[in-house]
Structure formats: structure tokens, C-alpha cells
């Protein structure tokens, strides 16, 4: 039975097999794109097990294809049991060892991105000076100390801890937050709306607010909207219950024993140890044409703590790359005067480097091995 | 006869080499010097080209063709060669001699619905079934197509029915044309050069007594009145002109070009007219009267004027025009064509005379090489136009792909000597070149890259590569084909090639292509991926092109791992080559008719149908490849033997 299993595994039949199911997978999956956006088909397609299939009348999910996880796991299985199946020391079969090895790197370095990888934004307008960049589609409960004159002390909480609910204690802060409803994706409205129900907020604070929970987003170009109820109590007995949501963007602002404080919820920030400063945002093109010729953000990069104070360009294909992370142009404001960055943190990002080169070799060592052997047959003949 | 044998691919390569030889001979000027005025630089779509690219590519949308024919000859008649208009004395004749203009058959509505709701079934020319009509006829429904047009635009381009495509396109037609005809001067002016100098006369007049009014005071209508009526039609080029031909008058400003209606307006605010602006004048005033020693005269006039500081715009203009002139391509494709059929007569008269076989498979040779000459000359030249690497849109694509296979094609016809790679070669590269071609119909093909795809590194690395993976995989995918048809419906096939049979040959040949490609392939992806990373911070998206090259990767692993298992024969092996055609059409074309993703550059439902018969016609391949091996010619000896 084992070594049935074995021979299954190592054999080269579900090579071809599998690789002919990620053609269709890969087909399809691309086609399936005009309807579905190209987010959620990645999502069903290519990130998953298993690929469902329903009737459009019907919420029924049927089973339908592996999914892009389960073919390339199976790939992965399959090449390591052929290759421990079919290895005999002292062969000579570097070509297709480097070859294999370069995709496993490949296929391994893609696993981690996806693990790994944090993609934020960086937003500026021409002038504007950051030191944090902005995630694009999770949102926190920002609680800012403002009284000191010159730093804020910040306490955030996730919406992953907010989801849990409860009672939320931190040193920094003089009140426990108690989360009475959290909804992970939302929508207010300002009058009474059937499917709505008033927000029981208790201050002066956004009063007369109707809210209902929605499911999750899975569109590419929507996300969720977090909103949450909470309360604030001190050991003298309770603050308030607020209103926290992301369609809120202006922070409340309040004094408690003697300190202020602004209250919001953002998008997740990610602190850094310098600042990024927007010279000008540039947004050629040609000339008697709409046709962009570049766009380029010209950055002062400042680091107290290094006293490093530099000026970089950064355009399209040319990136900087700076403490792991790497800053791209990702687009612009409407006035063009202002930029948004894209700032990738990806500990794996040199693995496909490595890999085409391997393969690469791979693959020449192993055709030119054969081009020798079979010009050498030539010749004899 | 041996004599003649030896001698015939000699001559076939002398013949086709005299063609082209003729091509590259400097033409006799006639009496206006078109050509030269053909050459001048404009600044059109972001780059500097010759008037005769203008004239060229406005052509090529509103009529589909390079050059206007004066009369119409049935097309089975190829070796007449009407009398016709080219397209700088097309162009000339539109800003300078409108009536004229008006009355050449020159605008393509071949869709019968359009036709008729438009009550033109009685008019216009017909030539191989299309209908061309002129201005003059279509003038009375101007209005109602710029009304239909207008709603045609107003829909996402996904829903639009082809009725409303038409008519999208006659408007876009007949608004160029409008456009193309105030290029220079406002149409109807008889004597451009007059319009200028009363504009630079009622200039100082005008604007005093504009200033006088802004002033609170009135003043003197008579001057006002006389200045804004030339100014109005002024306006009109500065509106409408569609080329950008007065160069910048401070020539450190090299993107600074302006239209004739601004350049002269500009004298508002600076006071005086450019100069490149009264050569125009004589040229267009010369023209317009018939005075060929004065056109003549101004255009030289003015190219010694561009000699001061527009040198390399000068160079630029005469080059492009040199290029659109010679249409290398165009010859490269009756060389790949007649390559072909020699090719493939090479192959079916085996059996039949070997000498003569082998004198055709010479000839198709030598004809490659030529073929391989006058396309690298094309593409190098359009490289140097270009100042890019040779792959820059999906028109570029086209030739290169047609490039790299004949590459291929030559190397394995110089290493087996049995036609088949001439044979490759040159239907690969009739069918890419054909293609270009009607690429080409959309207008300009060196359209300048935007910013993201403004980098010669990627270009010349990602692009070259996965371009050669393409043609490489058409490559075995065509000699799979071969393989087929002339294993199902000839005896060739079990003809001895050396110590093995012709068929194995070729079973050699595709395995051997199938691993270049491979390599291509895969390099290329994952420079692409790198690129992506390079440009947007993340290797893969998932996105349609980038899914189509992976598809190409995933097949050609297929096909080697396939064979390498044992789980397909030689037969096997070729229709797994030939859906690889299949794979590849969709990554070339397919992926961006699917009108998403960052790579899509249109949506082309002509194209769709073509791409559909093509992989319909491979499928049908494949059914044959599939065909029980008696129902072979060439294998039905061997059959019995349970092979």
C-alpha cells in the first residue's frame, strides 16, 4: 500500500497531470478575471485549496477544481519523491538538480512573500513630512496623548483585539476601554433607515447615528469599514460610550485627570526611524499629448539617529530601497500635487533573482548536454 | 537540366536581391518636390516624424491603405499597378487643394447597415467589396454620424455593437480628416501668405484699440473688426490643426513645437510671428496655385533654415521617411511567402526527382537568408528611429516573432537540409508580418512608451526574451503541423533522411525547439516577474499577460516531462507542439482582448474571430495527429507491424 503511495507520488504521470490541471487552473482563473476583478479571482483561484463552484441562484458551493495551493503543494510533493525515487549516486544530473532546485526556491520564496510580505501606503502632498506609512485596507482604535508639546505618546489597538471584545487595559492610559459591539465592516447613515439601528452612544459626541453590520469585502477595490462601540471607565465610574468608526475620520478629542487625549480610528500606521519629506511630485508628458512620460517623487530622507539627510529621486522602475523596505511609485493625486508611495516589506524579494538564475543554468547545462550528445551521434553517423 | 538546377536558386536569390535593390534606389523627383516636403519634421503623438508619416498613418485609419488609387483595378489583377496618389501628395493635396480632396475615394464604411441607414448604398467605390467614399458624398451626413458617433463613444467600450464601432470609426475618420485639412491654413484660403500678413498688419491696430476698450474707452471698431476677423480664422488652425510643424522658436526648448493657428497668434504676446511660419505660407500658397518652382523653392528655403538648429529633427524626418518609403516588410513577406512554396514543393517533389527537390530546397534556403537580411534591416532601422530595443508594442511583437523564427528556421535548415525549416520560416513569418500589418491599421506603431514601460533595460531583456519564447514555441508548433499533414496525406514522412526517416528528423527537430523554448520561456517570465517587482514591489499579480506566459511555461514542462515519462510517441509529441500554438495565440493575443490588467492594450474583437478560427484549425490538426497510424499514408506500411 505504501509503496503504491510511493509510486503515485514519484511518478512522472502526476507530473504531467498536475501540470495540465494548473493549465486549466491558470486559464481559467484568468478568464474568470473580466467577471470577478482580478482580487477575488486570486482569492478563488490561486490562493486556495479548493475551487468552488455554485449555481448564481443558489448559495450551494460545490467542489469543483483544486485550487492553486492544492496543485502546487502536489507539485512540490511529486518533485521531491521523484527526485528521491529516481537518484542514483554518481549520475550525472545536474541540470535537472538546479533546475528543480530553482523552482522549489521560486515556489518556497512565493510562500513566504505571502506570509511575509506587509504592503503599506505612503501618502504626501508637495511639502507634506511623514514618518510612518499607512496600511491600505486595516484599520485601528488610535488613542493619542496629546499633552506633552513636542511628542504624543500613542496607544493603538488592532481590530483583531476589538473583535474579541472586552475589557482593554494599557499603563499608558488612565481608563480601561470596554468594546460593547464591534462590526469588522459596516455602514452608517444619518437618518433612520429600515435594517439600521440607532447608535446608543451616551455623550453629546456623535449622536443620532444608525449603523448595521455588513459581511466581509472581498471586491479589490473596496474594504472593509470598521466601526465600534465603547465604553471608557475610570475607577471613578464610567467616561462615556462612543462611537469609534473608520467613516469618522476626525479624531475626538477629550481631557481626562488632567491630560488630553484624541480618540480615532485609522488606517494601521507603520512607524519608522526617519522621515520621508515630498520635495515635488513631477508628472510629465509628452509633448502635444495626454500620454504620461514619467512620474517621479523627489524625497529628503531624514534619520535623527544616524544623522543621515539625503534627497532621492524615486520614478517608475526605480524604486528606493531603504531599512527593508522598498518605496515605489504607486500613483498620484488628481492636482498632481501630491504622491502616494507604496512601501513593501519583503524579506524574500531577492529569492526569484536567484531562482531565474538556476533555472536558467539549469536549463542550459541540460539542453546543451543533450545538443553535444546528439551532435556527437550526428557525427559518428 | 542538372545545369539549370545548380543555377535556379542563383537566380530565384538574384531576382528577389534585384527587387529590393530597386526599392533602395533614390527616386526621380517630379515636378513639385513632394518627397522632400514629405520629409520635413512635425511633431505628432509625443515624437518627431516626417510629414509623410502624418499623411501615412491618417491614411491608414480613415482608408486602411498606405496610398490613395485613382482608379480601381480588380484585385485577381495584381500585376497592374493603377496610377495613385502617395501619401505626402495625398496630404498635400488635403491642406492645400481641399477640393480636390474632397472628391477622392478615401473614406472605408464596409459595414452594410451603416450603409444603407446612412443612404449610401448608391455611391461611393467598390473595390473587393469594400465601399470607400468621398468627402463630397458624405458631407450631407456629417451631422447625424458626429450625433451616432457621439452616443457610440458615450458607451464602455465592452458593450458597443459593431454597428456602433463603425460608425465610432467614420466619425473619428471624417473628424482627422477635418483636422488634417486646417493643418495648415484655414481651409478655403487661396493665399496663406496674405491671411498672415494682414493678421501681422492689423496686429498693433487691433490690440491698441482692445487695450483702449479694456481701458473703459472705446475704440476704434473698424481696426477690431479687422483684426478679429482674421484672428477668428487663426483660431480656427490653432483649434483644429492636428500636427504640432512650427518648431520652437528657442530651440533649447526642443518639446515646444506649436500648430501654425498658435505659432501666428503667439504674436499677440510676443509681437512677432515666427519665421518657420511664412515658408509654410509660400509652400501652401505655391501648392494651392500650381507654382511648382515656388513650392520647390520655399521648401528648399526652409530645410536651409532647419539646418541652423533642427538638424537631428531634419535627419530624424528624412530617415522615417526613407523607412516608410522602402516598406521592408512588406517585401519580406513575399520573400517569406515564396520561401514557403518553394519550401514545401522541395519537400513533396522528393519522391519524385531528387535533383529538382533539392533545387527548390536551395532555392527556399536562399531565399530565408535574403528574407533573414531584408527583415534584420527593417527592424534594426526601426530600432534606430525608435532609439528603443526591438519589441515596444504588440505591432513590434509581430515582427519580432517573425524575426526569431526565421533565426530558428535558418539554424535548422543549415544543421538538417531537408526544407522543412525554410519551409517554418517562411509561413511564421508571412503569417507574423501579415499580422503586423493589420496592427499596423490603428495608426502610428512608434507611439511613444508610457512612463512604466519607458525602460530599454526590461525592454531589451523581459520582452526579447519571452518574444523569442513565443516564436520559438510557434516554431515547434509549426513544424508539429508540418508533421502531421504530411505524415496523414503524403509518403514523406518514412523517406530516409540520413541513417533514420524524415519523420524522426522531425520528431528531433521539435523536441529540440520545444527545449529552447523552455528556456526562453521561462527566463522571460521571471525577468517579467522581476521587472514587476522592480516597478510595482511585487513579483506576481496574477495578471492576464503574466498568467499567459506562465501557461506557455507550463505546457513546454508538460511536453518534456510527458515525453520524458514515456506517456507520449513521436505522434504525441507533435499534438502536444501543436496545442502549444493554442497556449501561445492566447498569451499573445488572447490575454489582451480580455480588456483588464495592466498589460491589455485594447480590446480587438476582429481579432477574436481570428484567433478563434486559428485555434479551431489547430484543434482540427490535432484531431488528424490523432488519427489511427493506417490512417497515415506514411506510416501504413509500418502499421501492421503494431508500431
Not at chain 1, 252 to 267: D, E, F, I, K, S
Request: proline content about 5%; overall charge positive.
Amino acid at each position: 500500500m505504501l509503496d503504491r503511495l510511493y509510486d503515485f507520488f514519484s511518478s512522472l504521470k502526476l507530473t504531467v497531470a498536475l501540470l495540465a490541471l494548473g493549465l486549466v487552473l491558470v486559464f481559467v482563473g484568468t478568464v474568470a478575471q473580466v467577471n470577478l476583478g482580478l482580487y477575488k479571482a486570486q482569492n478563488d483561484f490561486f490562493r486556495s485549496f479548493i475551487v468552488y463552484w455554485g449555481p448564481a441562484w443558489s448559495s450551494l458551493r460545490i467542489p469543483v477544481f483544486p485550487g492553486g495551493y492544492t496543485i502546487g503543494w502536489l507539485l512540490l510533493m511529486n518533485l521531491f519523491a521523484a527526485h528521491f525515487r529516481h537518484y542514483r549516486p554518481g549520475q550525472k544530473k545536474y541540470g535537472i538538480i538546479l533546475i528543480h532546485f530553482g523552482v522549489v526556491l521560486l515556489l518556497v520564496g512565493q510562500l513566504l512573500t505571502d506570509m511575509f510580505s506587509t504592503e503599506s501606503l505612503l501618502h504626501l502632498r508637495n511639502g507634506d513630512t511623514k514618518n510612518y506609512s499607512e496600511a491600505s485596507r486595516e484599520f485601528e482604535l488610535a488613542i493619542v496623548d496629546t499633552t506633552a508639546a513636542d511628542s504624543n505618546q500613542v496607544v493603538v489597538i488592532s481590530t483583531h483585539r476589538l473583535r474579541k471584545g472586552g475589557d482593554i487595559q494599557h499603563p499608558a492610559l488612565p481608563f480601561t476601554v470596554r468594546v460593547k459591539t464591534f462590526f469588522a465592516n459596516s455602514s452608517l447613515v444619518q437618518t433612520a433607515t429600515p435594517g439600521y439601528q440607532a447608535v446608543p452612544t451616551t455623550t453629546a459626541f456623535r449622536t443620532g447615528l444608525w449603523w448595521r453590520e455588513l459581511p466581509h469585502e472581498t471586491e479589490m477595490e473596496k474594504r472593509d469599514m470598521p466601526s465600534a462601540l465603547v465604553e471608557l471607565h475610570s475607577a471613578q465610574g464610567t467616561v462615556g460610550t462612543f462611537l469609534f468608526s473608520a467613516f469618522l475620520t476626525k479624531p475626538h478629542a477629550m481631557t481626562h485627570a488632567g491630560r488630553t487625549y484624541q480618540l480615532v480610528v485609522r488606517q494601521v500606521r507603520f512607524y519608522k526611524p526617519f522621515s520621508i519629506h515630498l520635495v515635488e511630485f513631477r508628472h510629465d508628458r509628452y509633448p502635444g499629448t495626454e500620454i504620461p512620460k514619467n512620474f517621479s517623487s523627489r524625497v529628503r530622507l531624514q534619520r535623527p539617529d544616524t544623522g543621515e539627510d539625503r534627497e532621492v529621486l524615486i520614478f517608475m522602475n526605480n524604486p528606493l530601497r531603504y531599512d527593508g523596505e522598498t518605496y515605489y511609485q504607486a500613483s498620484f493625486d488628481t492636482d498632481d500635487q501630491g504622491t502616494v508611495l507604496q512601501v513593501v516589506r519583503n524579506p524574500s524579494w531577492l529569492t526569484p533573482y536567484f531562482s531565474c538564475v538556476l533555472v536558467g543554468l539549469g536549463l542550459i547545462v541540460q539542453f546543451t548536454s543533450h545538443l553535444v550528445g546528439f551532435a556527437r551521434k550526428r557525427s559518428k553517423v | 537540366m542538372k545545369q539549370f538546377y545548380r543555377v535556379l536558386p542563383w537566380l530565384l536569390l538574384a531576382l528577389f536581391a534585384v527587387e529590393i535593390i530597386v526599392v533602395l534606389l533614390p527616386r526621380k523627383a517630379g515636378e513639385f518636390h513632394t518627397a522632400e516636403f514629405g520629409r520635413l519634421p512635425v511633431l505628432l503623438n509625443g515624437r518627431i516624424q516626417p510629414f509623410d508619416s502624418v499623411a501615412r498613418n491618417s491614411l491608414l485609419q480613415i482608408r486602411s491603405t498606405g496610398d490613395v488609387p485613382l482608379e480601381e483595378v480588380p484585385g485577381w489583377k495584381f500585376w497592374k499597378h493603377p496610377p495613385k496618389l502617395r501619401s505626402t501628395e495625398w496630404l498635400l493635396e488635403v491642406m492645400f487643394r481641399p477640393a480636390v480632396a474632397d472628391t477622392r475615394p478615401i473614406f472605408l464604411v464596409h459595414h452594410p447597415e451603416l450603409i444603407s441607414e446612412l443612404r449610401l448604398t448608391e455611391m461611393g467605390v467598390e473595390k473587393s467589396g469594400l465601399r470607400y467614399y468621398t468627402f463630397t458624398e458624405l458631407r450631407p451626413v456629417m451631422a447625424e454620424v458626429a450625433a451616432q458617433g457621439r452616443t457610440a463613444r458615450a458607451a464602455p467600450d465592452a458593450t458597443r455593437t459593431t454597428y456602433q464601432k463603425q460608425v465610432l470609426k467614420l466619425a473619428n475618420a471624417l473628424m482627422l480628416y477635418q483636422r488634417l485639412k486646417n493643418s495648415i491654413q484655414p481651409e478655403g484660403t487661396t493665399d496663406f501668405s496674405a491671411l498672415v500678413k494682414e493678421f501681422s498688419d492689423s496686429l498693433p491696430a487691433g490690440l491698441a484699440a482692445i487695450r483702449a476698450r479694456r481701458a473703459g474707452g472705446t475704440g476704434d471698431e473698424a481696426a477690431l473688426d479687422r483684426f478679429n476677423a482674421v484672428a477668428e480664422r487663426l483660431d480656427l488652425v490653432a483649434t483644429y490643426a492636428y500636427p504640432l510643424v512650427i518648431p520652437p522658436v528657442d530651440p533649447t526648448q526642443k518639446d515646444a513645437w506649436q500648430n501654425v493657428g498658435a505659432s501666428v497668434l503667439s504674436a499677440i504676446r510676443d509681437g512677432d510671428v515666427p519665421p518657420a511660419v511664412a515658408y509654410f505660407a509660400r509652400m501652401g500658397t505655391a501648392y494651392g496655385a500650381g507654382h511648382a518652382a515656388g513650392f520647390n523653392q520655399a521648401i528648399a528655403d526652409y530645410q536651409q533654415w532647419l539646418k541652423s538648429s533642427f538638424t537631428s529633427e531634419l535627419a530624424k524626418g528624412r530617415a522615417e521617411y526613407f523607412y516608410n518609403r522602402i516598406k521592408v516588410f512588406l517585401h519580406a513577406t513575399i520573400i517569406y511567402i515564396a520561401a514557403f512554396l518553394l519550401a514545401g514543393a522541395a519537400l513533396l517533389t522528393i519522391g519524385l526527382s531528387a535533383p529538382l527537390s533539392e533545387s527548390l530546397r536551395r532555392s527556399a534556403y536562399y531565399l530565408i537568408g535574403l528574407a533573414f537580411v531584408v527583415h534584420t534591416f527593417g527592424l534594426v532601422f526601426r530600432m534606430m528611429l525608435e532609439g528603443r530595443p526591438p519589441v515596444t508594442n504588440l505591432y513590434s511583437s509581430a515582427i519580432f516573432i517573425g524575426w526569431g523564427t526565421c533565426v530558428l528556421g535558418l539554424i535548422l535548415e543549415r544543421i538538417y537540409r531537408i526544407g522543412l525549416g525554410s519551409a517554418v520560416a517562411g509561413l511564421v513569418g508571412f503569417v507574423t508580418l501579415l499580422i503586423a500589418h493589420n496592427l499596423a491599421l490603428g495608426g502610428d506603431t512608434m507611439e511613444m512608451l508610457r512612463a512604466v514601460l519607458d525602460t530599454n533595460f526590461w525592454l531589451a531583456t523581459h520582452v526579447v526574451v519571452i518574444t523569442l519564447g513565443y516564436a520559438a514555441t510557434f516554431v515547434a508548433g509549426a513544424l508539429a503541423l508540418a508533421y502531421v499533414t504530411l505524415g496523414v496525406f503524403t509518403p514523406v514522412l518514412a523517406r530516409p533522411a540520413g541513417q533514420t526517416t524524415l519523420g524522426r528528423v522531425l520528431a528531433q527537430m521539435v523536441y529540440a525547439i520545444i527545449c529552447f523554448a523552455m528556456l526562453f520561456s521561462f527566463v522571460g517570465t521571471v525577468l517579467g516577474g522581476i521587472w514587476a517587482d522592480q516597478s510595482w514591489g511585487r513579483f506576481w499579480g496574477w495578471d492576464p499577460k503574466e498568467n499567459g506566459a506562465l501557461m506557455i511555461v507550463i505546457w513546454n514542462a508538460l511536453i518534456l516531462h510527458a515525453r520524458l515519462g514515456g506517456l507520449v510517441r513521436e505522434r504525441g509529441l507533435m499534438n502536444l507542439a501543436i496545442f502549444g500554438n493554442v497556449v501561445t495565440a492566447f498569451s499573445w493575443f488572447g490575454t489582451n482582448m480580455l480588456g483588464i490588467g495592466l498589460h491589455s492594450y485594447g480590446f480587438m474583437d476582429a481579432a477574436f474571430r481570428w484567433l478563434m478560427l486559428f485555434n479551431a484549425s489547430q484543434i482540427f490538426i490535432i484531431a488528424l495527429g490523432s488519427l489511427p497510424l493506417p490512417a497515415w499514408r506514411s506510416f501504413r506500411a509500418l502499421a501492421p507491424t503494431g508500431r
